[in-house]
């Protein structure tokens, strides 16, 4: 298995792992899966700061997924980035989401950013452990915020520090300033 950064042309395998989280689990909030067209505008949409990550097996087939999008807007949050990672059932429990945030937390640290924030539905052990295997501690909860699949739903907000703040913090630099991998 490898880590790469995605490309758009990874839209179609990217959508069709996140979409039985869609429509079969309370683990996205989302309704309908996204299209392979907005998978790639999100792809692309991250620019050059915000980065997305595959992994791949020795066909190329892709395993898992990680990404880092802006955590809030307001200009003042520029320093924290929201986390996530989405693994293909049938690669499941093979440490692709650990081999995923191994990459993509030292990227995100070495790029300047400060906290990332993981927002999980509750229950979901398996992803609280993932979290909590890379630093993420527990940082709140939003009780209740969310209905889906005939339940109501919380979201847990679990934070990793980054780069250590500082009180002239640089911007964050681009993805290609630092990435090193393959």
């Known amino acids: 298995m490898k880590i790469r950064l995605a490309a758009a042309g990874d839209a179609a395998a990217i959508a069709s792992?996140?979409?039985?989280?869609?429509?079969?689990?309370?683990v996205s909030f989302e309704s309908d899966p996204p299209t392979?067209?907005?998978?790639?505008g999100r792809i692309e949409g991250g620019g050059e700061l915000y980065p997305w990550l595959v992994a791949v097996d020795d066909g190329e087939r892709i395993l898992g997924y990680a990404y880092?999008?802006?955590?809030?807007?307001?200009?003042?949050?520029?320093?924290?980035?929201?986390?996530?990672?989405?693994?293909?059932?049938?690669?499941?429990?093979?440490?692709?989401?650990?081999?995923?945030?191994a990459a993509l937390l030292p990227l995100l640290e070495a790029q300047g950013f400060t906290q990332a924030i993981a927002a999980i539905t509750l229950p979901n052990a398996?992803?609280?452990?993932?979290?909590?295997?890379h630093g993420f501690g527990r940082a709140g909860e939003y009780r209740d915020v969310g209905y889906k699949l005939g339940q109501w739903l919380s979201v847990g907000l679990w934070q990793r520090p980054l780069a250590r703040p500082t009180p002239r913090p640089q911007e964050p630099r681009p993805v290609a300033a630092v990435w090193d991998g393959p």
């Open 68 to 101: 880092a999008c802006a955590f809030r807007t307001r200009p003042a949050y520029r320093f924290a980035v929201e986390t996530s990672v989405y693994v293909d059932a049938a690669a499941q429990r093979r440490g692709v989401g650990n081999r995923l945030y």
């Open 36 to 40: 392979q067209g907005d998978v790639r």
């Open 126 to 133: 398996p992803s609280v452990r993932l979290h909590e295997a």
């Open 17 to 26: 792992i996140y979409a039985p989280y869609v429509t079969g689990s309370t």
